[in-house]
């Protein structure tokens, strides 16, 4: 990438290690829509500047670890931009279908909680309009959710 300033998002994640970088024109060329699709961080960022987005972000990862607990589940200390193509799981429906959830371009706010000694960790994936928590395998197979929520 020609432009160092477009591996810094405008999010403040540092992009240079995302495997699609070589493709991608970054959030700063694109006006925070590297893949084509708007970025809720980016609106935030753009709206009401890195305040609006920490306020968000804070109150957000308070409405999850609320949530966690009442699942039985430890808190979360953070959450981290991440892109819906690496997070976006095929859950079974009842009836045996199966479907994603998730935008592959879009960008989401989430985490992941392991418990390596289980074989299962348990994912959260959120933004502006709904909260997803799940349970699978270590490596990614058999998901489960445990709750949606639209917010």
Do not use: H, W
Request: include cysteine.
């Amino acid at each position: 990438m020609e432009n160092e300033e477009n591996i810094k998002g405008l999010c403040g994640a540092d992009c240079s290690a995302c495997p699609d970088l070589s493709d991608c024109p970054g959030c700063l060329a694109s006006g925070g829509c590297p893949r084509g699709e708007p970025c809720f961080v980016a609106s935030y960022l753009r709206v009401g500047g890195e305040a609006a987005y920490r306020e968000f972000k804070d109150g957000l990862l308070r409405e999850v670890n609320e949530a966690l607990v009442f699942l039985g589940l430890p808190t979360a200390a953070g959450l981290i931009e991440l892109r819906g193509k690496y997070i976006n799981l095929p859950y079974p429906l009842p009836g045996g279908r199966v479907t994603t959830f998730l935008s592959d371009d879009k960008i989401y706010l989430g985490t992941q909680i392991p418990f390596a000694d289980r074989g299962i960790a348990y994912g959260v994936v959120a933004d502006a309009e709904f909260l997803l928590i799940s349970k699978y395998s270590t490596d990614g197979t058999a998901p489960e959710i445990l709750l949606y929520k639209r917010r």
